[in-house]
Nanobody, 115 residues
């Protein structure tokens, strides 16, 4: 089992920045990738960024150059730095862990970009 706890969401003005954190615990040895997804009202959950256990990263085109995913293995935590935020980035953001026994999800954290 893997447990994920997210933090760092909130309200920010357009052009502002936020950093989300996802702390993992449990069967960490089984995780081979972690990522962030988001879901806006009335839409499907979409992939935003992933990072593999080897440090390889992947981003959806709409956030390239603005969002950065990173990990601190000593703290078992994955971060996502979000800069130049836009109104269309408003969504609930979910942390995901891909493990050998399946996928795990955090509870989600709301990010609202509004003036």
């Amino acid at each position: 089992q893997v447990q994920l706890v997210e933090s760092g969401g909130g309200l920010v003005q357009p052009g502002g920045s936020l950093r989300l954190s996802c702390a993992a615990s449990g069967s960490l040895f089984s995780i081979y990738a972690m990522g962030w997804y988001r879901q806006a009202p009335g839409t499907l959950r979409e992939l935003v960024a992933t990072i593999s256990s080897g440090g390889n990263t992947n981003y959806v085109d709409s956030v390239k150059g603005r969002f950065t995913i990173s990990s601190d293995n000593a703290k078992n935590t994955v971060y996502r730095q979000m800069n130049k935020l836009k109104a269309e980035d408003t969504a609930v953001y979910y942390c995901n862990a891909e493990a050998t026994q399946g996928d795990y999800w955090g509870q989600g954290t709301q990010v609202t970009v509004a003036s």
